[in-house]
């Protein structure tokens, strides 16, 4: 084995287990009950409309603002990362279709299973419009950064 493919292969690990991390975020905040869920993202709509108020704004966020923000954002999170473990991934498994594996289940079947587990969390609700809110986060995520590395490899290859 080269050191160029042992370097990737530890990378695909280190994302993998960064992408484990960020499921256990999303999926533990999905099972917190609506009440305290509700709690948190009030501390947050508090925080964020103090600051607009001391930057002289004259808006203020909503609850739900935050809330649907959150859903996407965790998800552009979880695209990224998917993303960058493709990347790595492509170099280890080239030509093999092995280096797309679990990105459809990342892109589909996590915000399914995030909304099932709220179906069953006291006091929250199963959304069909989240799974499409999140499946929207995570293809942002996801395009960015495979945008931003195909930019990033272009330019590095002009300055060889």
Not at 72 to 95: N, P, Q
Not at 101 to 118: A, C
Request: hydrophobic share 50%; proline share 2%.
């Amino acid at each position: 084995m080269k050191a160029a493919d042992s370097k990737q292969e530890l990378r695909v690990l280190l994302i993998s287990v960064l992408m484990g991390l960020t499921l256990l975020f999303i999926w533990g905040h999905s099972m917190i009950p609506a009440v305290f869920s509700s709690m948190e993202s009030s501390r947050f709509v508090d925080l964020i409309n103090g600051l607009i108020y001391s930057a002289g704004g004259s808006f203020s966020v909503t609850d739900h603002m935050v809330r649907k923000t959150a859903h996407f954002l965790e998800y552009a999170i979880l695209g990224a990362e998917t993303a960058l473990r493709d990347k790595w991934k492509s170099a280890v498994f080239a030509g093999s279709p092995a280096k797309y594996s679990g990105t459809l289940f990342f892109w589909i079947g996590v915000p399914v299973i995030d909304e099932l587990i709220q179906y069953f969390t006291p006091g929250r609700a199963c959304m069909i419009q989240d799974v499409f809110l999140d499946i929207c986060g995570f293809a942002a995520g996801y395009g960015v950064l495979y945008i931003f590395t195909r930019f990033a490899d272009n330019n590095m290859s002009c300055h060889k």
